[in-house]
């Protein structure tokens, strides 16, 4: 057996064979990323090279992909501060078009790529990014919104997988799904999109400024729930 074959089966197999599965996180597919990165490493090498023909087509889907890049990253400049990142890829993905030799262009995307995760880690991006795409961040921000916040009655509320059991890890436990009929009070770990929704069965949502995943909501409890919703508003 070949290795591109080899390499190839690999990648074949995990992607089938997670599609099968009834139960999907975004991990499953990491073991597919390292053959597909060999793969890939190898074809520019050969291309670098002039082992294979193609340079050209390198370049100009380089190109391409940092030009998308830079307009996407552009789009959500006034909510991430991403600074200098978009004309960054814009400069790597114009130098992919007007160097026309592909080690040349290489180097100049990877200085790109480099400078860009220079600027962006270690500064408010990344706080900010991560708690728009992980629900990590949550467990630390809720004793800082709720005084008296208590993770022992925490729960969560139609949390995507990935982020439930994220919670379940920080808390080495696993958070019951709350649901309205609950009586006790306590706190509820849910999408920052479902604030609306939790506001009309009563509970005290924060105001998602900077759109987290996830937020917590402080629940009164069943009797404080029933006794708002019948005050006249």
């Known amino acids: 057996m070949s290795p591109d074959l080899y390499f190839v089966l690999w990648i074949a197999f995990t992607f089938v064979f997670f599609s099968a599965s009834k139960s999907k996180l975004p991990g499953y597919v990491l073991p597919a990323i390292a053959p597909l990165g060999v ?5 520019v090498s050969e291309r670098v090279n002039k082992i294979l023909p193609g340079d050209r087509w390198v370049e100009i889907t380089t190109g391409v992909t940092l ?6 990253v552009a789009l959500q400049f006034e909510e991430t501060p991403f600074g200098l990142t978009p004309l960054i890829f814009a400069i790597g ?7 026309r030799n592909l080690p040349r262009t290489l180097l100049v995307n990877v200085i790109a790529l480099i400078v860009v995760v220079g600027l ?3 500064g408010d991006t990344r706080e900010i990014l991560d708690g728009r795409l992980s629900a990590r961040s949550s467990p630390a921000a809720a004793p800082m919104v709720w005084k008296d916040y208590s993770p ?4 969560t509320y139609k949390l995507q997988r990935s982020f439930k059991y994220g919670l ?4 080495h436990r696993e958070l ?7 009586a006790q009070p306590g706190w509820v770990y849910a999408p920052g999109k479902e604030t609306h929704e939790l506001r009309d069965l009563g509970l005290s ?22 006794s708002d919703r019948g005050q006249p508003h």
């Open 67 to 72: 030009l998308v890049i830079a307009f996407l």
């Open 152 to 155: 022992e009655r925490s729960s």
């Open 168 to 171: 379940n890890f920080y808390f």
């Open 93 to 99: 993905g114009v130098a992919s078009f007007i160097l």
């Open 39 to 43: 793969l890939v490493a190898r074809s």
């Open 120 to 122: 962006t880690l270690p």
């Open 205 to 226: 949502c924060p105001f998602n400024a900077l759109r987290h995943a996830v937020v917590v909501c402080k629940d009164p409890g069943l009797a404080e729930r029933l």
């Open 176 to 182: 019951p799904e709350w649901s309205p009929n609950r």
